[in-house]
Every structure is written in C-alpha cells, then in structure tokens.
C-alpha cells in the first residue's frame, strides 16, 4: 500500500487548517492575513481609538509586545492579569484586547495568529485534532531548537504527544531567537530522553548524530575547541564533553591536487 508523505513549511499547514475549520472559532474561512504594514496601519487606529499616545508607546513595540504574547499563548485578558497594575502593561493590555477586536472584526489574522488559532482549534475540536491525529503517522521536524512554544503545542497535539514525533536539532545552531524561538524546548526533552541503546521499549529516546561528513578534521577540531569553551549547563544546559563532540565521517586526501591550467 502506498503511503503519501507531505513535506511543509509551518505557517503554510496552518493557513491550510484553518482554511477549512477556522468557522469553528467563530470566524469565517476567506480570512484575511495581514503583513507588516497591515499591522502598522491598525495599530495606528487602535491607538487613536483608545487614547494611547504613539509619543510615549512605539507601534513598533507594542506591536512587539502582542507579538511575543501571541508566541506564549497569552491571550488579553491573561496579558492584563499579569500586569499586575503596572501602568505601562496596562496600556498595552488595553491595546492588545482592542487590537484583537479590530481583528476580528476584519475577519483578518495575523501570521502569530495564523498558529494561535490552529492551537485553539486543536484544543476546543476533539474530531479535528482526532483527524490529522489519524492522518500523520510519522512527523519529523528539522532545526526543532528554533521552534517557539506555540509551535511546539501544536507538534505535541497532532503527534499525540509526541509519540510519534521524530525531532531533528542542536542547540549550538539557534539562530532565530529574534523570532521568539526558544531552544529550551529542544533540551528539556533532550535532557528528559534516555540514550538510545538504554531506553526502555516504546519510550521516547536521543540519538547522537556527531559524525559530519560535510568538513575536514582541522575545521572540526577548531569547532570542538570553541564549543568546549562556550557551552556549558549556563549556556545550552548541556556540558560539551568528549561525548557531544564532533567527529569525522568521511575520508579526505591528506593533499589537494592542483588543478591543471589549460
């Protein structure tokens, strides 16, 4: 029987999701996504709308700020739960609820919300997380150290919790904190699998993949040197020992030919 893989970029599933379900959140299906200046232009309104000077409040960092609440899952009415009465949170709570509102009201989402609702839906739509539960047998995810926690939700949903989950990463490679990834993620289920050859049957378990066969010794020793030095339990929480080293897989001529001229 032939099986049908389905390679995707992240926001892409999800848009596709929603597509089709998203009338369950209370929106209707051709909604639209707004870009940078989308985002710009309502905030700019929201501001006016609820008296918050743009002087004192950069649109830029409240638009920011909604942002990286979005990536925690902190919807408004948490936001100004843990403001806690500070004046300047408070202000971006009470943008942040009306940002919202405006867009819902313009049936648009942003690409935060584009994974905020595909968790929402899997979270209040038992027979849709049910379907896509059934249709992935296998899910693999490369670089899952710069995934965010909205991300990961939605991978732990859909692979039952991560029972069929095969993840791909190396916390020395983060590069998209800016992003709001959080490569913490990637070492706590690091840290909480056993090796390969000791984990029990059917328990989540971490392969050591250290041979590279894409370098030359010398550029491996200069990286292993530098690792050594960085990377410690302060700093990607794992210790860089002889174990986690990089070692070479493929063989190289002690010498490289020089090319003959024409």
Do not use: W
């Not at 649109?59 to 408004?76: H, Q, T, V, Y």
């Not at 732990?156 to 913490?184: E, H, T």
């Amino acid at each position: 029987q032939r099986q049908m893989c389905i390679r995707d970029r992240f926001h892409s599933a999800c848009v596709r999701i929603l597509r089709r379900f998203i009338d369950r959140l209370g929106y209707e299906n051709h909604f639209t996504i707004y870009d940078t200046d989308d985002q710009k232009t309502l905030i700019k309104e929201v501001c006016r709308k609820v008296d918050v000077d743009t002087k004192v409040f950069k649109e830029r960092s409240l638009l920011s700020a909604i942002s990286s609440a979005k990536n925690e899952m902190i919807l408004p009415d948490e936001f100004e739960l843990n403001a806690g009465g500070d004046f300047a949170k408070m202000k971006i709570a009470k943008v942040y609820r009306e940002y919202e509102a405006q867009m819902r009201a313009n049936n648009a989402l942003d690409f935060d919300d584009l994974l905020v609702k595909t968790v929402q839906l899997l979270q209040t739509q038992p027979d849709v997380l049910e379907s896509y539960q059934e249709r992935f047998r296998y899910i693999m995810v490369d670089e899952y150290q710069d995934v965010s926690r909205v991300q990961d939700a939605i991978f732990a949903a859909v692979s039952k919790a991560g029972k069929n989950l095969f993840m791909v990463g190396d916390v020395k490679q983060s590069i998209y904190r800016f992003r709001l990834a959080d490569p913490a993620i990637f070492t706590e289920k690091y840290l909480s699998y056993s090796d390969y050859e000791s984990a029990k049957a059917s328990a989540p378990r971490r392969i050591l993949l250290r041979e590279n066969f894409r370098s030359r010794r010398e550029i491996l020793d200069g990286a292993n040197s530098v690792f050594s030095l960085c990377m410690s339990r302060a700093l990607g929480d794992m210790d860089y020992d002889d174990a986690a080293a990089l070692r070479c897989g493929a063989k190289y001529p002690s010498s490289v030919p020089k090319p003959e001229l024409m």
